[in-house]
């Protein structure tokens, strides 16, 4: 292990090994061995520590069937913290094992696209002639569909349509507050987000000028480095988040506003990536002190804007996403705001805090079980019978609706923030 840093062996020996985390973890339901749970990962990481395990296949394999939910975190009575142990471990197989020609191109691809917006939008061009001349369709009709690799064909099964907003940013760069002028707020767009989603940028930037806030939007913003990170590129990370800091200590913002979860809890951690960059450690403090998931910060400061009722009744399932829940601790925030919407009734679900399989590029990754998860999840939310899924986080999003899709079902799945944007009385126009 010469090319990554060990993993800190105190954070090792806080686990006692009671095994409360083995309940609440996903890749444990589904697979059932005690070397896919935390606890059984915890033995391994100790082990490789302790030169007494080496990085083989079958070893790395249960790392990466961590889904990287936090679910554990939230659960551990010793307080354990997994989250980090993951992350330094996920470094250490990247620097240090080969993966297989297949699964090293499709990570190439993965982390040479996705995290930058303008090179996905080249993509987004024979995608876009993909579904319009219903290739998939084609494939499926005629058998070639089950001859693609299982994960060629997960990326595919989760590709939401590709709209005329894919293509360009449509969001001025300062959008004035509607009223008094109450703070000076950044929004970070995301990547996947700003192409596949563009509406929930859209409507936070309504919901939040029409709360007094003056909204700018940095045109030069990039990735914030949470697909890398939680995939131990920690070098591509820690340079993605460096950009970040600076395209929004330049904007000169009270709060830097994220509405994706996986992508606010990795912004809230960037004094941890960057704690060891003597230019910017000091810088990257600052930044995280003003980073706030927009339920957090609505919910913080208040709603001025007067709410309308969108329809006479409206059954609404918040979704918790992991990052939200078990990364940031935020729970009741979005279900705080959404009850503020006349004539909506929220209903809960079990199994709230199971994760959806999503997982950042998990559903692409390990599809298998991602598809399972997915297939529990989508039952739970459709218990209650709802009109509408809620969800904070794009990549849930996909996720779920992809299983609706296979269990024929068409409840609309939206943003918090676009039933909010919705129901204001004077929506900007």
């Given amino acids: 292990m010469t090319n990554s840093p060990p993993i800190n062996p105190q ?57 990287g939910c936090l679910a554990c975190v939230t659960t551990c009575p010793s307080g354990v913290q997994y989250d980090q142990l993951i992350s330094a471990t996920r470094v250490q197989v990247e620097s240090n094992y080969a993966r297989s020609p297949f699964d090293f191109l499709l990570r190439w691809f993965i982390f040479h696209i996705f995290p930058y917006p303008q ?8 995608l876009w002639l993909y579904q319009k001349l219903g290739l998939e369709s084609l494939l499926r009709s005629v058998g070639l569909w089950q001859l693609l690799p299982h994960r060629l064909q997960a990326m595919a099964s989760i590709l939401p349509p590709v709209t005329e907003e894919a293509f360009r940013d449509w969001l001025p760069t300062v959008v004035p507050a509607q009223g008094e002028k109450r703070y000076r707020v950044g929004v970070i767009l995301g990547c996947v987000q700003r192409l596949f989603q563009p509406q929930v940028n859209e409507a936070t930037v309504k919901v939040l000028a029409a709360n007094g806030c003056e909204v700018v939007i940095p045109p030069r913003q990039g990735c914030c480095g949470a697909l890398s990170h939680h995939q131990g ?33 990795t912004l809230k951690e960037y004094h941890h990536l960057l704690a060891a960059d003597p230019q910017y450690k000091d ?30 009744s409206l059954k609404v399932v918040y979704q918790d996403a992991c990052h939200l829940l078990h990364g940031q601790r935020i729970s009741l925030p979005p279900r705080r705001l959404l009850r503020q919407i006349p004539q909506v009734e929220l209903a809960e679900i079990v199994d709230n805090a199971l994760c959806c399989g999503s ?13 399972e998860l997915g297939r529990q999840k989508v039952q739970n939310l459709l218990a209650p019978q709802p ?14 609706r992809k299983h609706l899709a296979l269990q024929n079902r068409n409840v609309p799945v939206l943003h918090p923030v676009e039933l909010l944007a919705r129901s204001l ?5």
């Fill in 387 to 400: 009109d509408v899924i809620a969800s904070p986080n794009v990549g849930c999003a996909l996720q779920i």
């Fill in 283 to 312: 810088k990257a403090k600052d930044f995280v002190t003003k980073v706030r998931d927009v339920h957090e910060f609505l919910d913080t400061v208040g709603m001025t804007a007067k709410l309308k009722p969108i329809a006479a």
């Fill in 11 to 67: 954070l090792i020996d806080a686990c006692v090994h009671c095994g409360f985390c083995l309940a609440t973890c996903p890749s444990y339901r589904v697979i059932g061995k005690e070397t896919d749970s935390p606890r059984g990962r915890i033995y391994l990481m100790d082990a490789i520590n302790r030169r007494e395990v080496q990085l083989t296949s079958p070893v790395v394999d249960h790392f990466d069937t961590c889904l």
């Fill in 425 to 429: 009385q004077n929506p900007l126009s």
């Fill in 233 to 265: 590129q920690s070098q591509q990370a820690q340079q993605l988040a460096r950009e970040m800091i600076d395209c929004f200590t330049a904007a000169q913002v009270d709060y830097v506003i994220i509405n994706a979860a996986g992508c606010g809890h």
């Fill in 359 to 371: 997982a950042g590029v998990y559903n692409i990754l390990q599809p298998q079980v991602a598809e």
């Fill in 119 to 126: 090179r996905m939008r080249w993509l987004l061009y024979p």
